[in-house]
């Protein structure tokens, strides 16, 4: 095993074609032209001394550690900054060379404290080898006069020392150990893109300074750990490394939050986790990462983690624990008994898209196989569902059309209802390098959010709609481009069905599309619409990127053929740099939705209806499948109520607090005979379970994610599990347990019958993503090496199809007793129902739900920043802290759900998008209101919650 | 003294320095010195105005803002007397001059008299090194420093 080495090359790579052949140190050397003479060198393995470069960002020339010497020239330049060029003759170390970094380093260390030994970068350590590697022996200047090492000088107070800032949960900074390279500062701003640090003063008094002298908790720091990364020495430290020491080993695998799929290394101490590191060869994330992925794990070995499988006969009864035997035989018997009693049909599941895509394939494999029926779906349900629909109908596919590398050639991004700078943080640092680099933006959401604007970023028309009015505003958009002749003929005519072509534009043509009209009713200026479409549809590669305030509406799928409909008309399909984009909120909602968690989908999105696809599953499970599609979630809810569906087997979902309506799923679950429940806490689901399966976190376990750019992505295991089986083994006791003949002895196991018997994956294989460290579907004969961007030489389902998308306003509405419309959203430290994160000390950052108001609305309802409010809709009321901002319009209200006191799907209809049933989480007609405290309903609640998680033997309630 | 005006006061002068400067290339610098031009010295309450409105972060306007000594954190005297203290003028008894002039204003370098009066500090090379040694007081240079010069000075300040 041992530490998985990654090389510095000191600086980026060239991205030119043309060669240049340079001597370095006797050796000849080829390289990229505008490739550094100190990269160059590190490809024909001479390692120039070096300590303010690292290849994470650009030369910046300030240590004069790197210098050469080239014939033919004068002087000593540095290799960083210094170009190669062709039969240059390159002499990195000669006796004067020598004399210059022993000098450099001499005056280095005489301002650095000599603690090595008890030192947390101890073996970890730039400053340290470069003193080794240029041979420093002793330090001339001595360790007396003005330093920055000591609180105290002779007694004296020393005003140049900084007291170390502990203020991030995560790390240290520490200014006494900065050699002000200014590493940190540039990967804060060329790789996060968040500009938060810099160095103040200048000469001897030059510091690292978060925000304007801050704290780095108070600063604009996001905390994605790049700077803790770039650090050379121990000044910024993970704490986890002060607390534990240096890792040993590593193993490279995929985190598990959002969609973006960053490739991580984990740095091990035996089984303990000492931090995770981004690895730079992950094609998702580029060596980049988030505050979640790089530091929010330790929710895995949180003290409230349930590690003993429990059951109980009644919700009102205490937890049993009992052993994996007696719980797996009870459930097998409950379900056996259920459907004897009131049907085949009584009984099914929810995949996980928090688990890998073996586990999701195992669960949706038992309902099918072993409950005999189609009743399986997935939390994509509640997210993209509209997206399987919508992009299904009219490219033939359901998924993204680009890899994430794409967006470096994009010229104009289209965000619609995303905000990745908190959701998809690592992807939107990509883009903001991007934008920074002179692409232009769009944004399409009723909020200001951080892609509006922030530091360096400026959206070039922002269209703060109305919630709930996208289709109307996208097809306003289409209008423009239809009638003002924008679009791209060619393209339409080779690509796509010309006669739908000619319905649709007589469809979008009609005045009561245009922008003027459309104004009338989405709030935004006329000209801000044609200006936008104007440049999406003539600025270059348009790129889409577009997240759940697209699909979480009455019209959801609606808006997602408009989106595909307007890169149709603009031909930004088929290439690098353009596409349709959804943003997936979880690790493996792609993967779930592959693995056929549909009611109505076989694993590929093969219809079960169909015989030929049956047949295929028909021989190799030895029983005949359902023909028929089964129940959604909704449907199994609402049955449940009925009296019609009694049992569930639940993985790694939280349907109480993530689907809408929460009084009727609680009442949907309520009459269940049999709640099988497998997570890693007793999450609000379990509040209402008869089995508590205890599950295993992704550190725990061996398998794969797909991310949303299609992205098989490797997760490995590296402890074992604390609960004693990983996820997948225990959908595996429970089909044995059935009678079923599983036998698997690895999740690659599983991959090879999911290639077996699905094209779009024929030729994936742990084999391959060992070799080639991920690959994206489709990968089969036709595509080997996998498919980085879609439609390229035609739509998958052949020409493209518009389709007319006809706006119709939700039925929620506003009136006088609701007059403010709620959308909902993410924030960047917490993740969705915050199980996770909200064990983590992310709760630094965002320690409850709050309510933005815009002033006016404040105003009107007598309201101050941090006031108590109540916020109530036709569905239910709930109560949290308002925080008056302007990033929300009047008449707009917003607000995370994080945070289960809160609860914000009380308050949420279950009105949903007409297609898919995806719940229309996004508008909500509410009132606000003063308050006092906690809702009636919120007490309850709690109580019940608290009743609920009592287990027998133990003292006190889990949470 | 000088009183620190309100922050509701604070906020719209210094917009109205951006919005006068706020298409200049580069403009960063040369507001700083508008805002110090109108307050005399550039308020902490300043910077993330001026953040906000180049859509830059605050940590770089800070790290601009604390590069250059001529920016001020807090408002100076009535007078300004800058002595230069580069080479040539030591070479020519400006150490001696410092001294003299620190005696008779009752201050010393980086320091604004009781009275408010008059702000002493050094200054390395005002490009008048053929008169050394020099001083600058309120942009005006003056050469071949000697005890009249510095009576003369001391007075003028204390007018």
């Known amino acids: 095993m041992g530490l998985v080495h990654e090389i510095d090359f000191g600086t980026p790579a060239s991205k030119s074609e043309k060669q240049v052949t340079l001597t370095v140190d006797g050796f000849e050397v080829t390289v990229p032209e505008g490739t550094s003479i100190m990269r160059a060198s590190m490809d024909a393995g001479i390692e120039i001394p070096k300590l303010c470069a690292t290849d994470m960002v650009d030369a910046f020339g300030s240590c004069r550690l790197c210098l050469v010497e080239i014939e033919g020239r004068n002087g000593t330049p540095s290799s960083c900054t210094t170009p190669v060029a062709p039969g240059m003759v390159v002499h990195t170390q000669t006796g004067r060379l020598k004399d210059i970094r022993k000098g450099v380093m001499e005056l280095y260390i005489s301002d650095h404290p000599l603690d090595c030994l ?105 905390s994605c750990g790049a700077c803790v990364q770039a650090c050379p020495t121990a000044t910024l430290t993970e704490k986890s490394v002060i607390e534990i020491g240096q890792p040993e080993h590593s193993v490279v695998t995929t985190c598990a939050y959002c969609g973006v799929g960053c490739s991580f290394k984990a740095e091990m101490r035996g089984e303990e986790l000492v931090r995770m590191v981004p690895w730079k060869d992950g094609k998702a994330n580029r060596g980049h990462s988030c505050v979640k992925g790089r530091f929010a794990y330790g929710y895995a070995t949180h003290k409230e983690r349930i590690l003993n499988p429990m059951i109980r006969e009644k919700i009102s009864d205490p937890w049993r624990e009992v052993s994996w035997e007696e719980a797996i035989e009870y459930t097998n018997k409950e379900f056996r008994r259920i459907q004897y009693q009131y049907g085949r049909g009584a009984v099914g599941g929810i995949t996980s898209s928090r688990c890998t895509n073996e586990e999701t394939y195992l669960v949706q494999k038992l309902i099918r196989q072993g409950f005999r029926n189609n009743n399986v779906d997935t939390c994509a349900r509640v997210c993209h569902s509209p997206t399987g629909y919508g992009l299904g109908q009219t490219y033939g596919t359901s998924a993204g059309t680009q890899d994430f590398d794409s967006v470096e050639q994009t010229d104009v991004a289209l965000i619609i209802g995303a905000n990745p700078a908190s959701a998809h943080p690592v992807f939107a640092s990509r883009l903001k390098k991007r934008i920074r680099a002179g692409a232009k933006l769009i944004v399409i959401d009723p909020r200001r959010t951080e892609m509006v604007k922030s530091a360096h970023i400026q959206a070039e028309h922002h269209l703060a709609l109305k919630p709930g009015t996208n289709v109307a505003v ?30 649709y534009i007589e469809f979008v043509s009609d005045p009561r599309h245009s922008p003027e009209e459309v104004e009338k009713l989405s709030g935004v200026p006329a000209e801000t619409i044609r200006g936008a479409a104007r440049l999406y549809a003539t600025g270059g590669n348009g790129a889409i990127y577009y997240g759940l305030g697209v699909t979480e509406h009455s019209q959801g799928s609606t808006t997602v053929i408009g989106i595909a409909n307007l890169a149709m008309l603009t031909g930004n399909i088929g290439r690098p740099g353009v596409g349709v984009n959804p943003l997936r909120g979880q690790n493996n909602v792609q993967g779930s939705c592959d693995m056929g968690s549909f009611p109505h989908e076989l694993p590929g999105y093969r219809h079960v209806s169909g015989d030929a696809v049956r047949d295929i599953y028909d021989s190799l499970w030895g029983v005949k499948l359902d023909e028929e599609p089964g129940l959604r979630i909704p449907n199994m809810l609402d049955a449940a109520v009925d009296g019609t569906f009694k049992g569930i087997y639940i993985q790694g979902e939280d349907i109480l607090q993530s689907d809408p309506d929460t009084k009727h799923v609680s009442a949907g679950l309520a009459a269940m005979e049999c709640v099988v ?125 518009f389709i007319r998308t006809e706006y119709v306003a ?48 404040a105003e009107n309802r007598g309201l101050r920043d941090g006031d108590w409010v109540r916020l109530k809709s036709r569905a239910g009321e709930t109560t949290l802290r308002a925080q008056v901002t302007d990033r929300v319009s009047p008449g707009v209200v917003y607000t995370t759900f994080h945070h289960p006191d809160t609860q914000a799907n009380v308050i949420t209809t279950d009105f949903s998008d007409w297609a898919t049933n995806c719940p229309e989480y996004k508008v909500t007609a509410v009132q606000v209101s003063p308050s006092n405290g906690p809702s009636d309903w919120q007490k309850e609640y709690n109580e019940q919650a608290q009743q609920s998680r009592r287990i027998a033997g133990h003292l006190e309630a889990a949470e | 003294m000088v009183m620190q005006p309100a922050s509701t006061e604070l906020a719209a002068r210094t917009a109205a320095v951006i919005s006068e400067m706020k298409n200049l290339e580069g403009p960063l610098i040369p507001i700083l010195h508008g805002v110090q031009e109108e307050f005399g010295y550039v308020p902490q309450e300043s910077l993330p105005i001026i953040a906000e409105a180049l859509n830059i972060s605050r940590a770089e306007v800070h790290g601009v803002f604390t590069f250059y000594h001529d920016f001020r954190h807090n408002p100076a005297g009535r007078h300004v007397l800058k002595v230069c203290q580069a080479e040539a003028c030591q070479s020519m008894g400006s150490d001696a001059i410092a001294a003299q002039i620190k005696q008779t204003l009752g201050i010393g370098f980086h320091e604004t008299s009781k009275d408010g009066a008059v702000t002493l500090e050094p200054i390395y090379c005002l490009g008048l090194c053929a008169c050394a040694p020099a001083a600058m007081l309120d942009g005006e240079v003056i050469g071949r420093l000697d005890a009249d010069k510095i009576e003369e000075i001391a007075e003028e300040v204390r007018k």
């Not at chain 1, 003929?489 to 690509?495: G, K, P, V, Y």
């Not at chain 1, 209402?688 to 994610?705: C, I, N, Q």
């Not at chain 1, 403010?820 to 917490?830: A, D, E, H, K, P």
């Open chain 1, 118 to 222: 008890t030192c947390a970068a101890n073996g970890d350590c730039e400053l340290q080898d470069m003193a080794g590697a240029v041979g420093l022996r002793d330090v001339r200047y001595g360790y007396e006069g003005d330093n920055h090492v000591r609180a105290k000088n002779d007694g004296a107070e020393n005003f140049k020392w900084m007291a170390k800032d502990e203020s991030n949960p995560y790390f240290t900074y520490d200014p006494s150990k900065c050699i002000v390279c200014s590493r940190c500062v540039r990967a804060c701003e060329e790789v996060q893109g968040t500009f938060a640090l810099t160095i103040e003063g200048r000469g001897f008094d030059s510091r690292v300074s978060p925000g304007a002298h801050e704290l780095f908790l108070d600063s604009e720091c996001v």
């Open chain 1, 474 to 503: 996208v097809t306003a958009m289409a209008h423009v481009i239809v009638t003002e002749g924008l679009f791209n003929e060619a393209f339409i005519r080779e690509r796509c069905d010309w006669s739908e072509f000619q319905d």
């Open chain 1, 677 to 801: 429940v497998q997570d890693l806490f007793l999450n609000e689901t379990a509040n209402y379970a008869h089995v508590f399966l205890p599950g295993s976190t992704f550190l725990e376990k061996d398998g794969t994610f797909t991310n949303a750019e299609r992205r098989i992505n490797r997760v490995r295991k590296v402890m074992t599990p604390k609960n004693g089986y990983a996820d997948w083994e225990v959908t595996q006791l429970l089909a044995q347990a059935m009678g079923l003949n599983w036998n698997y002895k690895h999740p690659s196991e599983i991959m090879d019958e999911i290639a077996k018997t699905t094209p779009s994956f024929a030729l994936v294989s742990y084999d391959r993503l060992e070799k080639m460290g991920s690959v994206q579907w489709p990968c089969n004969e036709k595509a080997p090496e996998g498919t980085p961007i879609m439609h390229i030489d035609g739509f998958v389902r052949g020409k493209g199809k």
């Open chain 1, 810 to 857: 939700t039925d929620e509405k506003t009136g006088p007793r609701f007059p403010l419309l709620l959308t909902t959203g993410r924030i960047l430290s917490q993740y969705n129902v915050g199980a996770q994160t909200r064990r983590t000390e992310n709760v630094a950052w965002h320690a409850e739900d709050l309510l933005e108001i815009h002033p006016h609305d």
